[in-house]
């Protein structure tokens, strides 16, 4: 009995959908975890995206005790560099390091 198998740009392609899941599911991890962050310290989502350039500044006026700050402040860098990262697609596109920040 014979079995069909994808041919190697299926999966590829079948590869690259999988692999995106991760950085989405962890970005959602992180900012579930800033939004409660803010409910423990009475600051509820007062608006519908708080991960916007606006937003954010709102998010900093926020007063947070340490060390939960310093979380929030880097997730969000967490979640910068994961947007980054679905952005740019197959990084083998790029030379180098330098290309691909540049």
Same mark, same amino acid.
């Given at each position: 009995?014979?079995?069909? +198998? /994808?041919?190697?740009?299926?999966? %590829?392609e %079948? ?20 939004h409660?962050? +803010? ?5 509820p989502? /007062? ?19 340490? /060390?939960? %700050? ?11 560099? +994961? ?16 290309? +691909?920040?540049?």
């Open positions: 009995m014979a079995i069909w +198998l /994808p041919d190697p740009t299926v999966r %590829r %079948r590869e690259l959908a999988r692999f995106r899941l991760h950085p989405v599911g962890h970005r959602t991890a992180l900012k579930n975890r800033i409660a962050t +803010l409910i423990t310290f009475g600051h989502c /007062p608006v519908s995206d708080l991960f916007g350039h606006a937003d954010r500044e709102l998010l900093d006026r926020f007063e947070i005790p340490e /060390p939960w %700050r310093r979380n929030v402040d880097v997730s969000l860098g967490l979640i910068d560099d +994961l947007e980054l990262a679905e952005e740019i697609g197959d990084v083998t596109r790029f030379p180098s390091p330098a290309k +691909l920040r540049g």
